[in-house]
């Protein structure tokens, strides 16, 4: 088997892609579309982007909105001149974009952070009280936990077994904070974020939820699900400018000594030299925790990006990754030797991600096998996430193949045949 002659090009021609009309095309114009990947044999072949999950490629909103602040760019927040005011505006802009974004409460907070994993570990150093996380996290949403003492529960085979040991947990020991994941970056799946929150308040707890993997493919109202904290990154959702958000309810925030000291975090400082000292008074609101020069392109690129999802509309985004990730689904199902991973047997939902095994070929074989022979780029290993990968029985990790919005059928097509082919091969 080969890669369709549409997709693959002789070395030095120039590289054309005839669209077949019957494929479902990508949802939306994104940056490096156009990128050729070498092949071992010398060809070249457009290349096909399966490693979403890890990190998104821009929008091509995002990209102007980003080329047209640059522009216009200075500093923020201390300025008086036009340009310095141009871009505070921006930055306060974006900020209010991703509030309306999440559906967040009038009074909470958005704080930006340089991503997912800063978010976590900012509010790991807020949380007034005990923590409760499961095992099948992310690392992201499971070291820092493990930092301020949380007690990591195991998460059973199942949602309905998971939420019962939750339960349990709660009930027996009150805690401050549940934190979960939105949607497994190994498998996809979705937990059922509302029925969690309505648990964890039942116990008296409020819930933070590891958006990385969510936000990026559905959208959640943190007013609608009862969702108390929401972290997520700008680089998984096609803003990959070097910002994540942090958003949730105030008073931890207000209330907590600043992780990062400095400039901006303070509106106060007075030096005590008798005693050798100075004194600080911090700020309350978003700027207690974003101390320093804060990132203006890495939140205007998050606002655009929010704002041209949003116009994209929740539906539509829904059916294009449900035809793609089914249609991926359903053909690596058939083929021999490869397995596809689940973490919860009665999940019904997920997001398009797609985790598998081939038997005999070690993840990184496999991985450069897709790449060397057809253009195409996945991820192997355990994803940070080595307890559950574990638990999974893939001790030597497994293959993850994600899709979003620059995906096409051709590219789910290509990758289908690229593993039937390699199932063919005498090992
Ligand atoms: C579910 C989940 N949480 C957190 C993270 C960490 O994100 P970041 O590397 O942007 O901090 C990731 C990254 O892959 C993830 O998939």
Redesign the pocket.
Known sequence: MSIATTERTAVCLTPTVRSTPVALGPLAAVTGADEYAPLRDGATVRYANFDY??SAPALIEVQNAVQEALGEYASVHRGAGHLSQRSTSRYEQAREIVAEFVGARADDHVIFT?????S?NLLAACVPGEVVVLDC??H??LLPWKKIGARVISAPLSIEGTLEVLEKELSSRPAALVSV?G???VTGEVLPIRRLAALAHRHGARIAV?G??LVPHRRISLRESGVDYLAF?G??LYAPFGS?VLVGRADWFDEAEPVRCGGGASYEVIGTPVAKTVEVAWHTGPARHEAGSPNVLGAVAIGAACEAIARLGEDAIARHERFLTDLLLTSLERIDGVRTLKIWADSTERVGIVAFTVEGRAPREVAEFLSSEYGIGVRDGK??AHPVVNRLGCYDGAVRASIGLGTGENDVRRLVRALEDLSARQK
């Open positions: 999950a890890a340089g991503n997912t994993t800063d976590i996290e992310h992201a949403n994941t949607a497994s970056n590891d990385a993997q990154s680089h998984k994540g994803f940070c």
